[in-house]
């Protein structure tokens, strides 16, 4: 009986072909985006914290910093200097001419909550954002999803499935963005496209969606995408606004507007 031996080049080639090199590189991104979640989701002692007088912010980054590097890990945490204007408070965070308090309560926190903690000083209007795997530190106005919609993104999807480009633009824009289990196998459907930062994550993510057949619900705390189905029952409950009393009075009885 005759037998073809499949060359080891070929075999690899045809192994390799359904892990193209894009789609290993957005795992990635996702690999490093979870990592650094659980990475602020890890207590630390706050003892160093609270006995030190005068600790600059910027002071208190980098002692965070070192708490993470004793564990072999890597905090990486950058300022975006930018959108900080000058003469508001919050600028006092780029010039580091802040002190830094801490209560004396709680004695341990997680990462996240003692960001929030330093962040939370002298109604500083500043927050933290998860993007492009490191924490960035910005103005709580520029986290908001309105304007993270309103980034423009320069990235190329070639046949990607789509939950991997739903990914891929969350991680570039920080933006949260929730596939619904409902998609089933559409989330799966392969995207080409090409956005050369002339268009904004709004309408990208309204492009590839539509690829997909689904819908994309813009939420108060990010965007939800569906079924278009379920995402115009959705847009309906939210455009819902409940009755409020009115006082027109009636023979001295309030009456529902």
Not at 16 to 42: I, M, N, V, W, Y
Not at 60 to 74: I, P, Q, Y
Not at 187 to 199: C, E, G, H, L, Q
Not at 207 to 220: D, G
Request: aromatic residues 4%.
């Amino acid at each position: 009986m005759n037998q073809r031996l499949i060359p080891l080049g070929l075999l690899l080639g045809i192994l390799l072909s359904g892990f193209p090199d894009r789609a290993l590189a957005d795992s990635e991104k996702e690999h490093q985006t979870r990592a650094l979640l659980r990475l602020l989701d890890e207590m630390v002692d706050l003892k160093d914290f609270q006995n030190q007088e005068g600790l600059s912010f910027k002071g208190a980054l980098d002692l965070l910093r070192e708490k993470c590097d004793v564990r072999g890990k890597e905090l990486r945490i950058q300022i975006n200097n930018q959108a900080f204007k000058k003469g508001t408070t919050a600028r006092s965070i780029v010039d580091d001419q802040l002190p830094i308090r801490f209560p004396s309560t709680p004695r341990r926190l997680s990462l996240a909550g003692v960001l929030r903690l330093i962040l939370d000083q002298e109604q500083l209007d500043a927050t933290f954002l998860i993007r492009n795997a490191m924490v960035e530190i910005l103005p709580t106005s520029q986290a908001m999803p309105a304007v993270l919609l309103q980034t423009k993104v320069a990235v190329a999807f070639d046949r990607m499935p789509l939950e991997d480009v739903l990914q891929a633009l969350s991680f570039q824009t920080g933006a949260t963005v929730v596939l619904d289990t409902r998609a089933g196998e559409l989330a799966k459907t392969p995207i080409s496209a090409t956005f050369r930062n002339d268009v904004t994550l709004k309408a990208a993510l309204c492009m590839v969606t539509e690829m997909a057949q689904l819908k994309m619900v813009v939420m108060p705390g990010g965007v939800f995408v569906s079924t278009p189905t379920h995402a115009s029952c959705m847009q309906k409950g939210m455009m819902t606004t409940p009755r409020t009393l009115g006082k027109k009075t009636t023979k001295g009885v309030d009456r529902v507007k």
